[in-house]
């Protein structure tokens, strides 16, 4: 059961870049999916999450109106379009999936996820 992320890089400071999370070894179609980031030193926040059926979605602050998450569950990926970056935005991005969120917490809650991804380095330069 793997979560693999990918389209991680360097970047600047305004630019785009689009993350996928791919799931194999199982179905996650009926998962709620999320992102999550962390930078050096610093705790592992989330960013965004949608859940099973695409209807519903989330945002940290910090990137909402930048960031869209969207999911296809035909292909069993999630994906996240970032756009105009900032140098704040540099982190290890993690993809993560989760059956229900557990009582009592939301999506933000890290360890309410039952799989992660191995994470995808995203750079922003000023």
């Known amino acids: 059961v793997q979560l693999q992320a990918s389209g991680g890089g360097l970047v600047q400071a305004g630019g785009s870049l689009r993350l996928s999370c791919a799931a194999s070894g199982r179905t996650f179609s009926n998962d709620n999916k999320s992102w999550f980031r962390q930078a050096p030193g610093k705790e592992r926040e989330f960013v965004a999450a949608?859940?099973?059926?695409?209807?519903?979605?989330r945002y940290a602050d910090s990137v909402k109106g930048r960031f869209i998450i969207s999911r296809d569950n035909a292909k069993d990926t999630v994906t996240l379009q970032m756009n105009t970056l900032q140098p704040e935005d540099t982190a290890v991005y993690y993809c993560?999936?989760?059956?229900?969120?557990?009582?009592?917490?939301?999506?933000?809650?890290?360890?309410?996820?039952?799989?992660w991804g191995q994470g995808t380095l995203v750079t922003v330069s000023s």
């Open positions: 993560a999936s989760q059956r229900s969120i557990p009582t009592g917490r939301g999506y933000s809650y890290v360890a309410g996820y039952d799989y």
């Open positions: 949608i859940n099973w059926s695409g209807v519903r979605k």
